[in-house]
Each structure stands twice: as C-alpha cells, then as structure tokens.
C-alpha cells in the first residue's frame, strides 16, 4: 500500500507557472506508475499526465502536452509536475494517484486502473 501526499498548488496569474510534487509514502513508488488527473468546479476528474515506473514513458491530454512536464525521482519517492503556461481553464484540484503496473515502461490514462489516490492539491490560474 501507498500514500500519496501532493503539494506545491496555489494561485498563479496566467501565462505563469507551478511545480506540484506528489510525495509518496509506504510502499516505494517504483512499484507504481503515477498519474496526475484534474477535477474542475461541476466537472468530472479528468487525466492531466502519466509516468511510466521507470520514467522513461509519459502521457499527457492534449490540452496540455507542450506546457506540462511530468517526472519522476525514485530514490525520493516523489513525482513532479511542471506546469508552465498555465491558462485559467487550467483551474482545477489536482489529484496524484498510483497504479499498480507489472511493466516498467507502460503508461495508461484510466482512471479505474489507479489504485491509491492523494488528497488534492488546488491550482487557481487567474486571467
């Protein structure tokens, strides 16, 4: 079992940028690939960025590909992800989740396939 612990949200001004880090307890992290999803106001979560096991494979909703970079550092047990450019529809609590992967290098963007799940983190992108 895992815990998942995100940080680093907050109230940025369009065009700007955030480092969420998802810090990741019990269980070491390699074990897991880690996905990043996004819930708006009166909207259903949504998968933001995904990370292989061994970071060498990432996935991101076209939406943000360009702008957002997610990595990994194993020996932490944390995953990161860059935020730059951010626009207001960027808005959203950002959840860090785990999923359980007997691959290495495999990623996968559903959400029924995450086990383990943080609390969020909210990301405020004003215009």
């Not at 074990?31 to 999803?37: A, D, E, V």
Request: aromatic share 12%; proline share 2%; net charge positive.
């Amino acid at each position: 079992q895992v815990q998942l612990v995100e940080s680093g949200g907050g109230l940025v001004h369009s065009g700007g940028s955030l480092r969420l880090s998802c810090a990741a307890s019990g269980r070491t992290s390699s074990t897991y690939q880690m996905g990043w999803f996004r819930q708006a106001p009166g909207k259903e979560r949504e998968f933001v960025a995904a990370i292989s096991r061994n970071g060498d494979s990432t996935d991101y909703t076209d939406s943000v590909k360009g702008r957002f970079s997610f990595s990994r550092d194993n020996a932490k047990n944390t995953v990161y992800l860059q935020m730059n450019s951010l626009k207001p529809e960027d808005t959203a609590v950002y959840f860090c989740a785990a999923a359980s992967s007997l691959f290495l290098n495999t990623v996968f963007a559903t959400q029924s396939l995450y086990t383990y799940w943080g609390q969020g983190t909210q990301v405020t992108v004003s215009s």
